[in-house]
């Protein structure tokens, strides 16, 4: 065996054992790759994700609800450091990374596309995005990639409270007036779509999802994981007593899951390419924020230099 087959052997043994492939391994090029792809992208994700409820924090209707928006904002700023740190593990560059979002090169959630019309939109976001989060992000706990599985122990113990808090607010809600029940069911009616594109295109037509299931990165595939948010899901819709406006959605018994419509590809398709409702916004104040930061790095750069100058004397 020559030293190139027996890393390759070692790799494939380590994957084959559930154990953890480390930074200090070697690894397959396309395999470093697709994880960089996917760690990239959900570190982006939850830094565009700040925004549609950021809009919220000045207009919350109360201060237990600002302060609750302000730690979930803050929270998601946080996954975003994990992530990007962890992409940093297998020699990705931050400074380009945010060049890749920014430019339109890597992507971020189809999710964050959609405005925050109402404050009742704050909570389907924690109920329906933050349950999908959930639904989609447990199993990479045990993604064969250590720095990647181990931020998602704590992302998702963080993302459960956000559910929480979610479901807790349109609880509130619905107990409340007619006009807060109604929009309730306007904000159900408009995130619950775009919630089931979260997991992605369907397994026929995800080229990604084999390749990552062999090397255990990802552990289910998109339908199966959009299936397991549907059957978790209606009972919570019963529970509150909002409609999920779909009506196919049904019952069957001989599957043991819920039946539901045809996701509607094309707009997903649409908003994936830079199309939606809010993509232009939201990649234009990533920007503007990441502009109006650079004094803030350049200030750190000149400390640690001259922190190094006077250590090196
Ligand atoms: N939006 O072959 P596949 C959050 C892309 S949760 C945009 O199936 P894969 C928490 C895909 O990247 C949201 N693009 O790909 C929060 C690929 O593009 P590429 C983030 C999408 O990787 C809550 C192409 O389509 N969560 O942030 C989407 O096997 C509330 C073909 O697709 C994660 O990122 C989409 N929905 O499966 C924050 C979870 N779906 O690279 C704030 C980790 C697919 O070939 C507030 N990621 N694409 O050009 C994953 O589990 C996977 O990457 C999937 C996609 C399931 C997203």
Redesign the pocket.
């Given at each position: 065996m020559t030293p190139e087959h027996e890393l390759q052997a070692h790799f494939e043994r380590t994957i084959a054992r559930d154990q953890r492939i480390e930074p200090r391994d070697w690894m397959p090029a396309d395999y470093r790759k697709?994880v960089l792809?996917?760690?990239a992208?959900?570190a982006?994700?939850?830094i565009?994700?700040?925004q549609?409820?950021g809009a919220w924090i000045t207009r919350a209707p109360s201060l237990r609800r600002k302060a609750i928006l302000l730690a979930?904002?803050q929270d998601?700023a946080g996954?975003g450091l994990y992530l990007y740190s962890a992409a940093e593990t297998l020699g990705a560059d931050r400074a380009e990374l945010t060049d890749k979002l920014i430019s339109g090169a890597?992507?971020?959630?189809?999710?964050?596309n959609y405005p925050t019309l109402t404050f009742a939109d704050v909570g389907v976001?924690?109920w329906l995005?933050?349950g999908?989060?959930i639904c989609?992000?447990v199993p990479?706990c045990r993604s064969s990639y250590g720095p990647y599985a181990r931020a998602m122990i704590r992302?998702c113990k963080e993302?459960s409270f956000?559910q929480r808090q979610g479901y807790e607010l349109l609880m509130t809600m619905m107990r409340g007036t007619p006009e807060q029940r109604r929009m309730v069911q306007d904000a159900t009616d408009r995130w619950w779509w775009p919630s089931l594109?979260?997991?992605?295109?369907p397994?026929a037509?995800?080229?990604?999802?084999e390749r990552?299931m062999a090397w255990k990165?990802?552990r289910h595939?998109?339908d199966e994981?959009r299936q397991r948010f549907v059957d978790m899901t209606v009972p919570q819709a019963g529970a509150l007593g909002v409609a999920l406006p779909d009506p196919e959605l049904r019952w069957n018994a001989e599957r043991g899951h819920h039946d539901f419509g045809e996701i509607d590809w094309d707009e997903?398709k649409r908003?994936?390419s830079g199309d939606g409702p809010c993509n232009a916004e939201r990649v234009e104040h990533r920007r503007a924020a990441h502009e109006e930061g650079a004094w803030v790095r350049e200030a750190a750069a000149a400390h640690a230099a001259k922190r190094e100058e006077v250590a090196a004397a």
């Amino acid at each position: 065996m020559t030293p190139e087959h027996e890393l390759q052997a070692h790799f494939e043994r380590t994957i084959a054992r559930d154990q953890r492939i480390e930074p200090r391994d070697w690894m397959p090029a396309d395999y470093r790759k697709s994880v960089l792809r996917q760690t990239a992208q959900h570190a982006h994700s939850e830094i565009i994700g700040m925004q549609p409820e950021g809009a919220w924090i000045t207009r919350a209707p109360s201060l237990r609800r600002k302060a609750i928006l302000l730690a979930k904002v803050q929270d998601e700023a946080g996954h975003g450091l994990y992530l990007y740190s962890a992409a940093e593990t297998l020699g990705a560059d931050r400074a380009e990374l945010t060049d890749k979002l920014i430019s339109g090169a890597q992507k971020y959630s189809s999710i964050f596309n959609y405005p925050t019309l109402t404050f009742a939109d704050v909570g389907v976001i924690g109920w329906l995005v933050d349950g999908a989060a959930i639904c989609n992000q447990v199993p990479l706990c045990r993604s064969s990639y250590g720095p990647y599985a181990r931020a998602m122990i704590r992302i998702c113990k963080e993302e459960s409270f956000h559910q929480r808090q979610g479901y807790e607010l349109l609880m509130t809600m619905m107990r409340g007036t007619p006009e807060q029940r109604r929009m309730v069911q306007d904000a159900t009616d408009r995130w619950w779509w775009p919630s089931l594109m979260m997991f992605g295109p369907p397994d026929a037509d995800s080229p990604n999802t084999e390749r990552s299931m062999a090397w255990k990165i990802k552990r289910h595939t998109n339908d199966e994981l959009r299936q397991r948010f549907v059957d978790m899901t209606v009972p919570q819709a019963g529970a509150l007593g909002v409609a999920l406006p779909d009506p196919e959605l049904r019952w069957n018994a001989e599957r043991g899951h819920h039946d539901f419509g045809e996701i509607d590809w094309d707009e997903f398709k649409r908003v994936v390419s830079g199309d939606g409702p809010c993509n232009a916004e939201r990649v234009e104040h990533r920007r503007a924020a990441h502009e109006e930061g650079a004094w803030v790095r350049e200030a750190a750069a000149a400390h640690a230099a001259k922190r190094e100058e006077v250590a090196a004397a």
